[in-house]
């Protein structure tokens, strides 16, 4: 699927974007009559309004302030999101974003909430074509927005898209090896270098860790690397992304009630869709930043050959890990991976991962639960870019009595801590493969929507990819 954004405007249905009623007159051609009419349905508190040309169609949407700039900035996206529907049932092609507001950003955030809602889906639909969004362009006028923002504006879409494809496929499709696959091709497009380890790499790395939650599994594991080195980086040591790359999540021998709770499994490597098209669009804005992603993956399932409860398994660090619950998949992965991490010296590595319920249950579905060992200031950025991008952080403590919940009766830690503090203890096993600043990002509850809210469809959200990317173009440019 591709969805444009541009800088010109050929077609004449359009969107008129006011913060004050009173400016429904400045807009061409509108009549007294049809002024009234608008000052009407802005005191019934209708905030966008439907022109109907005959031909085409204009929209005047009158953006209300909220208690905060970021929800402002988000009621804008979620209108985004309701024109996006309106277009589509009148099956309009096109739309121009006209911004008349004092917010020099309202026709970007516009546009972001109505490319993000126009997403689909439709692969393994036999009626593809009769059921595709009639919409496909957005085009701003010349003062609405520069033409740095739509280019970035535009990589993110086609990011946030490529993340929410992979997070739809099914394991039938989307193997360990597919996905590594698929990163290659990424790289490709976009200019970024892939290496993919095999099992045998693998065994040969000791990642003992990716290796016995792919025992159950009937399909081989893989190791994907990538680089992204710019002609001049203003970092001198590499930033590292992790993402967990669990292509489905069965639970293994201890597993999980077939009653809807494998449902949404597929979507257990949301955290490699992430930063493998996070670098894609890395890559394809050009900044400035030596940026490494790794991505460990398998599937995890309970074949034959499968790690049991009570094993001990000897981690890539050389830590040995008791297993307690083979459905604690996603932190062995990790490990190996953040492991891995340390040969490159990071000035910081972000892991992405669904990793507990825990997570998912504290926040819900409205952010993101983080913790780690990243300076203040680092953690502030992190938190300012959740705000803009409206994909919040509520961050956790690492504090030193959770740590005690994973210590083990015959090896160095166990990897279950205990009913209680599951997302925290999640990030104590991870705490113990690192020795650079960190962050853990659990999406658990963010990754995958199971209706449709406001711009985000049913399916995989790519729900930190924003809020990532945010982060990143305005990294070391406090
Ligand atoms: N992939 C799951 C976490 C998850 C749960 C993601 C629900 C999305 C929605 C993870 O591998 C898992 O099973 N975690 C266990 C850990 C527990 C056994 C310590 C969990 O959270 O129950
Ligand atoms: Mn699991
Ligand atoms: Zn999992």
């Avoid at 917010?103 to 009626?127: C, D, H, M, P, V």
């Avoid at 739509?150 to 496929?169: F, G, P």
């Amino acid at each position: 699927m591709d969805f444009k954004i541009l800088l010109k405007q050929p077609v004449q249905n359009q969107v008129f974007i006011i913060d004050e009623e009173a400016k429904i007159s400045q807009l061409h051609g509108i009549t007294e009559s049809e002024t009234a009419f608008a000052n009407t349905c802005f005191a019934n508190d209708q905030t966008l309004i439907t022109f109907n040309r005959y031909g085409y169609f204009h929209f005047v949407f009158l953006v209300r302030t909220k208690k905060t700039n970021s929800q402002t900035c988000e009621s804008i996206r979620k209108y985004g999101a309701d024109l996006q529907g309106i277009c589509n049932k009148y099956k309009l092609t096109d739309i121009i974003v006209n911004n008349l507001t004092a917010t020099a950003n309202a026709a970007i955030l516009l546009a972001e909430g109505l490319a993000l809602a126009n997403y689909q889906f439709l692969k393994y639909r036999t009626n593809a074509k009769k059921i595709t969004h009639s919409l496909h362009t957005v085009y701003f006028t010349k003062n609405s927005a520069t033409l740095k923002e739509v280019n970035q504006l535009s990589i993110t879409i086609d990011a946030i898209y490529k993340a929410r494809t992979l997070v739809n496929e099914p394991l039938c499709f989307l193997s360990a090896e597919q996905l590594a696959t698929e990163i290659a091709a990424l790289g490709k497009e976009a200019g970024f270098k892939v290496t993919i380890f095999n099992k045998a790499r693998l065994e040969k790395e000791k990642m003992g860790g990716i290796l016995s939650v792919n025992r159950g599994s009937i399909q081989p594991p893989t190791f994907t690397i990538m680089e992204y080195i710019p002609k001049k980086a203003i970092n001198k040591k590499p930033i590292v992304l992790v993402g967990k790359g669990v292509v489905y999540d069965t639970g293994g021998l201890s597993l999980k009630p077939t009653l809807n709770s494998m449902d949404r499994m597929k979507s257990d490597m949301s955290g490699a869709a992430l930063v493998s098209c996070a670098m894609y669009a890395i890559a394809k804005m050009q900044l400035p930043l030596h940026i490494v992603a790794l991505v460990p993956a398998t599937d995890n399932r309970p074949g034959e050959n499968a790690y049991v409860p009570g094993d001990v398994v000897t981690m890539a660090s050389g830590a040995t890990v008791e297993v307690l619950n083979t459905d604690a998949e996603g932190r062995m992965l990790l490990g190996d991976a953040l492991h891995w991490a340390k040969r490159y010296k990071p000035e910081l590595v972000a892991d992405f991962a669904t990793l507990t319920g825990a997570a998912s249950v504290a926040v819900g579905e409205h952010g993101i639960v983080c913790m780690g060992t990243a300076d203040d200031q680092t953690k502030h950025a992190f938190r300012e870019s959740g705000f803009r991008q409206y994909e919040r952080l509520v961050e956790y403590p690492l504090w030193d009595e959770y740590g005690d919940q994973i210590k083990s009766d015959i090896a160095d830690i166990k990897n279950t801590g205990g009913s209680s503090g599951g997302a925290i203890t999640a990030g104590k096993f991870l705490e113990h493969f690192i020795d650079y600043p960190w962050m853990h990002f659990d999406i658990a509850g963010v990754s995958f929507a199971t209706a449709k809210k406001g711009y985000t469809p049913i399916g995989g959200t790519a729900y930190g990819m924003r809020m990532l990317l945010d982060f990143l173009i305005h990294y070391g440019r406090a």
